[in-house]
């Protein structure tokens, strides 16, 4: 990947993103439609179970859903979205998102996000609908 485009939307995006920031997300990756964000799991994100809570593991997803969507220049918000867990992330863990477009169309778009730990196991899988808040 490498579009300059979609890494300079992102730099712009990311300078305004508290909550990825406060979250210790990092982006690795941009291309138009899609995004590569990661985060290491920290003692504060456990939940009553010592494992990673759901909204921790939602709000990565959701962040590579947002950079993924908004790649193109054109401003746009979730209009949806679901999440399936499959196994926990405990502390230490350093967690990947990769957002990818299943399809952009001038107004909506669906994306699919796969959250997998450092082993390559999938923890989560994420769908995103998106709205374009400005039509191409």
């Given amino acids: ?28 990756d941009m291309d138009d439609g899609v995004a590569v964000l990661t985060m290491t799991v920290t003692p504060l994100m456990l939940n009553g179970h010592q494992t990673c809570h759901g909204g921790q593991l939602f709000s990565l997803a959701d962040t590579a859903f947002a950079y993924a969507c908004n790649s193109q220049g054109l401003p ?25 477009v299943r399809h952009q169309g001038r107004q909506t778009g669906v994306y699919d996000i796969e959250i997998i730990n450092q082993q390559a196991n999938v923890v989560a899988l994420f769908r995103g609908r998106a709205h374009r808040l400005q039509a191409r």
């Fill in 1 to 28: 990947m490498m579009s300059n485009d979609a890494w300079q939307n992102a730099r712009e995006m990311y300078a305004r993103d508290n909550c990825a920031q406060a979250l210790g997300i990092d982006i690795i």
């Fill in 76 to 100: 746009a918000v979730a209009a949806g979205c679901s999440i399936d867990f499959f196994r926990p992330a405990l502390a230490g863990d350093k967690l990947t998102a990769t957002a990818h």
